[in-house]
């Protein structure tokens, strides 16, 4: 059986045909982004343009799109950004929803986490986001992107910070801007050190090296905490779980196998199960 609904910012499938002893229902996220070209002004092949669009802060030189470089953008930043949150996670269903029986034995499925980004022109796509984008002069190395504003540079790896002991953090800047579209805050968003009215501020990026390596800090590692808009969905889907809950539907970044009631009586994590 497959089951959904459509959101304001993505929309969600739960797919229970897919389960047997091995495999788990399937949850997919579908978030689609219009894409808009800005170009210079008066169709001029260069110009500026202002750090996150906003009048007051530095311009930055910029160059027109041609088809050539639109379309190789656009299809490199979908393939890349669903490949990075795509499959991460398996959610562990702590409730007796979805069960179903194969050669007599039942199975309880946990939750694998599948993510699916359609991008298109904005003109050309029912989109759930609108993301300007500016193609940046080759000259530039730096431009001020926010999650509906993003440079042609963005798709690439660069430095965004140090570690404790002086060696760079790492990040592409769309995977991090992914996270923000699908509900995720700055990894230090709610603790001390990251003002409440300013969570652009540097500090909520993590002032801890664990923090800051975070896909949501200035890194590109995947934590559990991520999983939050595929458990988010699920408490939907199923009306089952508790929003401050650490153990309904609870993330791991491993396969866990469907369970057993035995298995689920002692609590068990099925992360191997042998062919039978």
């Known amino acids: 059986m497959k089951t959904g609904m459509s959101l304001n910012t993505y929309d969600i499938e739960l797919d229970t045909d897919v389960c047997d002893p091995y495999n788990n229902a399937e949850m997919t996220i579908t978030l689609t982004v219009g894409f808009k070209q800005i170009n210079p002004a008066g169709g001029a ?35 890349s950004a669903q490949k990075f949150w795509h499959g991460k996670f398996w959610l562990v269903n702590n409730f007796p929803e979805y069960e179903y029986e194969v050669k007599g034995v039942r199975y309880r499925p946990n939750i694998w986490c599948r993510f699916k980004l359609v991008g298109g022109d904005i003109d050309k796509v029912v989109a759930n986001h609108t993301i300007d984008v500016v193609h940046l002069d ?12 993003y440079d ?23 995977v991090h801007e992914i996270g923000h579209l699908l509900g995720m805050d700055h990894v230090d968003v709610g603790k001390p050190n990251c003002p409440p009215l300013n969570t652009n501020a540097a500090a909520c990026y993590g002032i801890v090296d664990v923090d800051k390596v975070s896909v949501m800090g200035e890194g590109m590692q995947i934590r559990a905490e991520n999983a939050m808009p595929w458990r ?8 089952k779980g508790a929003v401050t809950s650490q153990t309904d539907w609870a993330a791991k970044l491993v396969r866990h196998y469907p369970r057993t009631p035995p298995e689920v009586l002692s609590n068990s994590a099925i992360t191997v199960r042998p062919k039978r």
């Open 152 to 174: 042609s540079k963005d798709t690439n790896l660069v430095q965004k910070g140090t570690n404790s002991g002086g060696k760079p953090i790492m990040q592409r800047a769309h």
């Open 138 to 149: 080759p000259t530039e190395t730096w431009f001020g992107s926010h999650s509906t504003l």
């Open 232 to 239: 988010k969905a699920i408490r939907q889907l199923s009306g």
């Open 45 to 79: 092949a260069k110009g500026t343009y202002h750090d996150y669009g906003d009048p007051t802060e530095p311009s930055r030189k910029i160059t027109k799109w041609t088809v050539g470089s639109w379309e190789l953008w656009k299809r490199n930043f979908v393939t």
